[in-house]
């Protein structure tokens, strides 16, 4: 296993403006455990103070002993960086500065990033809890490319419910593990790494192009995270369905067809529906359904 550096130099954005940096690997050698896998989290944010400390907090208070964490921040502006720097002795590594994108600002964190295995639990989602890490580590094989368990989806304060999303590269639609839920080989992730051409399915992009490289996703029972509904991708748009088609052809035969014709005999009359109910009555109906 690599050894993580000492210090991280000062650099430079493109605008000329210094990058803000700080947590514990700077000016100091962390001793890792080098019969347990190193695992990175690295959690992505931009101007959410309401929600970063819980992320952060679930994260630091994990019973695993070999986290590496790493904050990558895109310049916030209301507060959240004084957040992270409140919690700076528990964070590996922080930094601070505009980025081009959620994926660019993923990116960043894949380069930072020195373990044997990777996850993204950005601002305000969390780990399931403070034992996920602890469990899921003895399931981490290097024969895999991902090793992926279960999300607990939040509706609101009443209503969640869990789902295995398996992955599926075949028929009418596609699947794959959520990357919250999902510990990704880190060898693999730096030569991959999202396309950052993608807004919204730059995480589906990634997952098929691991299957195309041959890689296996490993499936486990456990719960790995629990996810706030009213994240960024967690609508439908044009977008994010011509996103879903531009990453679906590379597996799919004439996936553009069969994405359209899915999206509008079961997606979208399912969302004005939702549309019609109660936001009570549609997150107990959302809890319920098995797909």
């Known amino acids: ?12 954005q493109s605008t000329g403006k210094p990058r803000l940096q ?12 080098s019969d347990k896998p190193r695992i990175t989290v690295v959690t992505v944010v ?7 400390e819980h992320t952060i907090l679930n994260i630091i208070g994990q019973s695993y002993s070999n986290i590496e964490y790493i904050v990558v921040d ?26 081009k994108g959620i994926y660019n600002a ?3 964190g894949i380069d930072l990033s020195t373990g044997d ?18 469990q899921v580590a003895p399931h981490l094989d290097n024969r895999y490319g991902v090793v992926a368990g279960a999300v607990r989806y939040i509706y609101d304060e009443n209503n ?15 699947e794959v593990p959520h990357h919250q839920a999902s510990f990704i080989n880190n060898r693999l992730m730096k030569h991959h790494k999202y396309d950052e051409s993608f807004r919204i399915r730059g995480d589906l992009n990634f997952m098929i192009a691991l299957h195309a490289d041959g890689q296996e996703i490993s499936m486990i029972d456990e719960v790995i995270c629990d996810v706030d509904t009213n994240g960024v991708s967690s609508g439908l ?15 799919i035969k004439n996936y553009g067809v069969k994405c359209i014709a899915y999206h509008a005999a079961h997606v979208i009359p399912r969302l004005l529906l939702r549309k019609m109910l109660p936001k009570r009555v549609e997150s107990k109906v959302r809890s319920l359904i098995k797909r």
């Open 74 to 99: 895109g310049g916030s502006t209301d507060g959240t960086l004084e957040v992270i720097k409140k919690y700076e002795t528990h964070i590996d590594l922080w930094i601070s500065e505009k980025d």
């Open 117 to 134: 295995w990777i996850n993204f639990m950005n601002a305000g989602d969390h780990f399931h809890s403070s034992k996920t890490v602890e």
């Open 22 to 33: 700080g947590g514990r690997r700077i000016g100091e050698t962390r001793q890792w455990d």
């Open 46 to 52: 931009f101007n959410c103070v309401e929600s970063i």
């Open 160 to 174: 969640a419910r869990i789902k295995h999303m398996r992955p599926k590269f075949t028929g009418f639609y596609l």
């Open 1 to 12: 296993m690599s050894s993580a550096p000492s210090a991280v130099a000062p650099q430079t």
């Open 237 to 251: 748009s044009k977008v994010h369905v011509s996103e879903e088609i531009r990453a679906g052809k590379l597996v």
């Open 106 to 108: 993923m990116n960043k």
